[in-house]
């Protein structure tokens, strides 16, 4: 799986457009990108994935870049439970028993 | 509520003791998956089950066992735990259309302390 970069931490204030960024300059042509989060020792929740176009759900949206070497997790308005670690993940859809590995990821703390 | 469950989510035992953490999904997934996570090594997969009566090794299968005798349930079984298996363990599970993985759906973690 495609290595990725994100830096360790964010702060963001409440109400506001939280961006995450991830560099991902090694991806593959068949790589997804996942984002995922994990609020302090709870299971992790997926959050969103896209191949290379821009999508969004309910929660946020994901801007790939064209070339795909970088993506931006949007939270459009930012609430205290948004606070938690993000973790962004490049692989195939079909990796070898569909393992999750989780860099360091991006600490957001979202401020009153 | 489309969920996952573990139980029980925080367990104390000493060495040697058996011990089942149970996990159950009520989401008809097919896919299921153990996992530990530990300061500084990130999250690591134990075992996984692409379908009832199917298992397999992830990054870390020693010292546990697991068995998928229905869709639902996934239970991980430490036969005789040692102090390094002290961890925070998830349990996962998904839906697969052919080869292709869809999002996991994680449980609320079990906080294992072995003495």
């Known amino acids: 799986d495609a290595k990725t970069t994100q830096p360790p931490s964010m702060d963001c204030a409440e109400g506001r457009a939280a961006n995450l960024p991830c560099n991902h300059s090694t991806i593959s042509g068949n790589e997804y990108v996942y984002w995922y989060r994990q609020i302090h020792s709870q299971g992790p929740q997926y959050i969103i994935h896209?191949?290379?176009n821009n999508e969004t759900n309910e929660m946020a949206s994901l801007i790939i870049t064209e070339d795909r070497k970088s993506s931006t997790l949007i939270l459009p308005h930012a609430t205290l439970r948004d606070t938690a670690v993000y973790y962004c993940?490049?692989?195939?859809?079909?990796?070898?028993?569909?393992?999750?590995?989780f860099g360091g990821g991006t600490r957001l703390m979202v401020k009153p | 509520e489309a969920q996952v469950t573990q139980n029980p989510r925080y367990l104390i035992t000493v060495t040697g003791k058996k011990l089942t953490v149970t996990c159950s999904q009520n989401?008809?997934?097919?896919?299921m998956s153990w996992y530990r996570q530990d300061p500084g090594l990130g999250l690591r997969q134990i075992y996984y089950s692409m379908n009832v009566e199917v298992t397999d090794k992830g990054d870390v299968p020693e010292g546990y066992k697991v068995s998928r005798k229905e869709k639902r349930n996934f239970p991980l079984i430490l036969e005789s735990p040692s102090p390094n298996q002290t961890s925070l363990y998830f349990c996962?599970?998904?839906?697969?259309?052919?080869?292709?993985?869809?999002?996991?759906?994680f449980g609320p973690g079990t906080r294992l302390t072995v003495l």
């Open positions: 896209g191949l290379k």
């Open positions: 993940i490049v692989r195939p859809p079909n990796n070898a028993g569909n393992m999750l590995t």
């Open positions: 989401m008809n997934h097919e896919y």
């Open positions: 996962a599970s998904s839906f697969t259309i052919g080869t292709r993985f869809n999002e996991q759906f």
